[in-house]
Protein backbone atom coordinates (compact mmCIF):
# COMPACT_ATOMS: atom_id res chain seq x y z
CA UNK A 1 0.00 0.00 0.00
CA UNK A 2 1.06 3.27 -0.41
CA UNK A 3 0.56 6.65 0.70
CA UNK A 4 1.26 9.67 -1.65
CA UNK A 5 -1.44 12.12 0.42
CA UNK A 6 -0.41 11.17 3.60
CA UNK A 7 3.50 11.98 2.85
CA UNK A 8 2.46 14.63 0.85
CA UNK A 9 0.66 16.75 3.43
CA UNK A 10 3.61 15.93 6.09
CA UNK A 11 5.96 19.18 6.51
CA UNK A 12 9.53 18.34 5.78
CA UNK A 13 11.65 17.07 8.37
CA UNK A 14 15.46 18.16 8.48
CA UNK A 15 18.23 17.17 10.75
CA UNK A 16 18.53 19.42 13.26
CA UNK A 17 15.97 21.76 13.06
CA UNK A 18 12.49 21.92 15.04
CA UNK A 19 9.93 19.28 14.37
CA UNK A 20 6.94 20.92 12.39
CA UNK A 21 4.74 18.97 13.71
CA UNK A 22 3.49 17.70 16.86
CA UNK A 23 4.40 13.95 17.49
CA UNK A 24 0.52 13.54 18.89
CA UNK A 25 -0.99 15.22 15.80
CA UNK A 26 1.32 12.82 13.95
CA UNK A 27 0.42 9.61 15.56
CA UNK A 28 -3.22 10.36 15.10
CA UNK A 29 -2.67 11.11 11.73
CA UNK A 30 -0.74 7.70 11.13
CA UNK A 31 -3.44 5.81 12.93
CA UNK A 32 -5.96 7.35 10.09
CA UNK A 33 -4.26 6.53 7.12
CA UNK A 34 -2.21 3.18 7.97
CA UNK A 35 -3.14 -0.42 6.88
CA UNK A 36 -4.05 -2.44 9.61
CA UNK A 37 -0.68 -4.34 9.04
CA UNK A 38 1.08 -1.52 8.34
CA UNK A 39 -0.13 0.30 11.87
CA UNK A 40 1.30 -2.81 13.36
CA UNK A 41 4.74 -2.30 12.14
CA UNK A 42 4.56 1.08 13.51
CA UNK A 43 3.08 0.28 16.96
CA UNK A 44 6.94 -1.86 16.91
CA UNK A 45 8.81 1.23 16.13
CA UNK A 46 6.95 3.32 18.51
CA UNK A 47 8.11 1.48 21.56
CA UNK A 48 11.55 1.65 23.20
CA UNK A 49 14.34 -0.75 21.56
CA UNK A 50 14.86 -3.63 24.56
CA UNK A 51 15.68 -7.08 24.45
CA UNK A 52 12.29 -8.25 24.07
CA UNK A 53 11.51 -5.85 21.00
CA UNK A 54 14.86 -5.92 19.44
CA UNK A 55 13.89 -9.64 18.85
CA UNK A 56 10.65 -8.56 17.45
CA UNK A 57 11.50 -6.38 15.61
CA UNK A 58 14.54 -8.73 13.52
CA UNK A 59 12.10 -11.24 12.98
CA UNK A 60 9.59 -8.36 11.62
CA UNK A 61 7.52 -8.98 8.16
CA UNK A 62 9.26 -6.17 6.99
CA UNK A 63 12.58 -5.47 5.34
CA UNK A 64 13.17 -2.15 6.51
CA UNK A 65 12.31 -2.74 10.19
CA UNK A 66 14.51 -5.59 10.07
CA UNK A 67 17.09 -3.71 8.69
CA UNK A 68 16.32 -0.72 11.35
CA UNK A 69 16.62 -2.93 14.44
CA UNK A 70 19.50 -4.62 13.15
CA UNK A 71 20.97 -1.18 12.66
CA UNK A 72 20.51 -0.46 15.84
CA UNK A 73 22.24 -3.64 17.41
CA UNK A 74 24.86 -3.28 15.07
CA UNK A 75 25.55 0.74 16.35
CA UNK A 76 24.44 -0.02 19.94
CA UNK A 77 27.20 -3.42 19.90
CA UNK A 78 29.92 -0.85 18.56
CA UNK A 79 29.67 1.21 21.10
CA UNK A 80 29.27 -0.91 24.08
CA UNK A 81 32.62 -2.67 22.78
CA UNK A 82 34.03 0.45 22.37
CA UNK A 83 32.98 1.79 25.94
CA UNK A 84 34.06 -2.15 27.25
CA UNK A 85 37.91 -1.73 25.59
CA UNK A 86 38.51 1.93 27.46
CA UNK A 87 37.19 0.54 30.93
CA UNK A 88 39.09 -2.87 30.54
CA UNK A 89 35.78 -5.10 30.61
CA UNK A 90 35.76 -8.02 28.11
CA UNK A 91 34.30 -7.25 24.88
CA UNK A 92 32.94 -10.67 24.21
CA UNK A 93 30.48 -11.08 27.29
CA UNK A 94 28.71 -7.77 25.93
CA UNK A 95 27.58 -8.15 22.54
CA UNK A 96 24.29 -9.11 21.91
CA UNK A 97 22.59 -10.62 19.18
CA UNK A 98 23.86 -12.31 15.79
CA UNK A 99 25.09 -10.90 12.97
CA UNK A 100 28.33 -9.77 10.57
CA UNK A 101 28.92 -7.01 12.97
CA UNK A 102 27.99 -8.81 16.39
CA UNK A 103 30.52 -11.61 14.96
CA UNK A 104 33.20 -9.13 14.30
CA UNK A 105 33.27 -7.73 17.44
CA UNK A 106 33.45 -11.26 19.46
CA UNK A 107 36.04 -12.74 16.90
CA UNK A 108 38.36 -9.23 17.00
CA UNK A 109 37.87 -7.98 20.40
CA UNK A 110 41.82 -7.48 20.01
CA UNK A 111 42.28 -5.45 17.18
CA UNK A 112 42.28 -1.81 16.84
CA UNK A 113 38.67 -1.36 15.16
CA UNK A 114 37.82 -4.52 16.06
CA UNK A 115 37.67 -6.13 12.20
CA UNK A 116 34.94 -3.21 11.47
CA UNK A 117 36.99 -2.61 8.09
CA UNK A 118 35.82 -5.87 6.66
CA UNK A 119 32.03 -5.08 7.08
CA UNK A 120 29.77 -2.95 5.12
CA UNK A 121 29.13 0.45 6.49
CA UNK A 122 30.54 3.62 8.91
CA UNK A 123 31.35 2.03 11.76
CA UNK A 124 34.88 3.78 12.13
CA UNK A 125 32.49 7.09 13.08
CA UNK A 126 30.31 4.99 15.63
CA UNK A 127 34.47 3.53 17.15
CA UNK A 128 34.84 7.46 17.25
CA UNK A 129 31.47 8.42 19.91
CA UNK A 130 33.22 6.35 22.05
CA UNK A 131 35.56 9.07 22.78
CA UNK A 132 32.92 11.84 23.43
CA UNK A 133 32.40 12.48 27.03
CA UNK A 134 29.51 14.76 27.06
CA UNK A 135 26.65 12.40 27.23
CA UNK A 136 24.23 14.11 25.81
CA UNK A 137 26.65 15.24 22.90
CA UNK A 138 27.56 11.40 22.58
CA UNK A 139 23.69 10.30 22.31
CA UNK A 140 23.09 13.65 19.60
CA UNK A 141 25.65 12.10 17.54
CA UNK A 142 24.36 8.54 17.22
CA UNK A 143 21.02 10.35 16.12
CA UNK A 144 22.45 11.66 13.95
CA UNK A 145 23.90 8.82 12.08
CA UNK A 146 20.38 7.29 12.59
CA UNK A 147 18.65 10.14 10.74
CA UNK A 148 20.81 9.73 7.56
CA UNK A 149 20.44 6.21 7.94
CA UNK A 150 16.73 6.69 7.77
CA UNK A 151 17.23 8.85 4.55
CA UNK A 152 19.61 7.04 2.50
CA UNK A 153 17.50 4.10 3.49
CA UNK A 154 14.59 5.70 1.78
CA UNK A 155 15.64 8.11 -0.92
CA UNK A 156 13.96 6.58 -3.71
CA UNK A 157 11.28 4.57 -1.86
CA UNK A 158 8.20 7.06 -2.52
CA UNK A 159 5.19 6.79 -0.56
CA UNK A 160 5.65 3.48 0.57
CA UNK A 161 5.07 2.78 3.98
CA UNK A 162 8.65 2.62 4.82
CA UNK A 163 8.59 5.96 4.00
CA UNK A 164 5.62 6.57 6.20
CA UNK A 165 8.05 4.97 9.27
CA UNK A 166 11.15 6.85 8.68
CA UNK A 167 9.36 9.70 8.56
CA UNK A 168 7.80 8.94 12.05
CA UNK A 169 11.62 8.09 13.47
CA UNK A 170 12.87 10.88 12.37
CA UNK A 171 10.02 13.44 13.97
CA UNK A 172 10.84 11.47 17.02
CA UNK A 173 14.19 12.73 16.86
CA UNK A 174 13.61 16.05 16.68
CA UNK A 175 11.19 16.21 19.13
CA UNK A 176 12.75 14.45 21.41
CA UNK A 177 15.99 16.81 21.13
CA UNK A 178 13.60 20.19 20.88
CA UNK A 179 12.69 19.07 24.84
CA UNK A 180 15.49 18.60 26.50
CA UNK A 181 17.31 21.21 28.17
CA UNK A 182 20.98 20.95 29.22
CA UNK A 183 19.56 19.73 32.41
CA UNK A 184 17.13 17.33 31.38
CA UNK A 185 19.53 15.86 29.05
CA UNK A 186 22.05 15.41 31.47
CA UNK A 187 19.40 13.51 33.82
CA UNK A 188 18.65 11.02 31.25
CA UNK A 189 21.66 10.26 30.39
CA UNK A 190 22.22 9.56 34.07
CA UNK A 191 19.90 7.08 33.88
CA UNK A 192 20.57 5.78 30.82
CA UNK A 193 24.09 4.76 31.45
CA UNK A 194 22.36 3.30 34.72
CA UNK A 195 20.55 0.89 32.81
CA UNK A 196 23.43 0.33 30.54
CA UNK A 197 25.50 -0.92 33.20
CA UNK A 198 22.70 -2.81 34.77
CA UNK A 199 22.08 -4.92 31.30
CA UNK A 200 26.05 -4.85 30.26
CA UNK A 201 27.19 -5.74 33.74
CA UNK A 202 29.72 -3.05 33.93
CA UNK A 203 29.27 -2.92 37.57
Not at 65 to 84: E, G, S
Not at 144 to 153: D, G, K, P, S, V
Not at 183 to 199: N, P, S, T, W, Y
Request: with cysteine; charged share 30%.
Amino acid sequence: MTYEYLLAGLPELKAGSDVPVSLEKLNELLDEHLSASDKELLDLLRVPIDAETLEQGLHADNRFVRAWFAFNQDMNNVLVAQICRKHGFDVKQQIVGQGEVAEQLRTHATQKDFGLNEVDGDFQTILALAQIENLMEREKAMDAIRFEWLQERTEFDFFSAEMVFAYYLEAVMLHRWSLLTVEEGEKVFRELVADMKKDIKLD
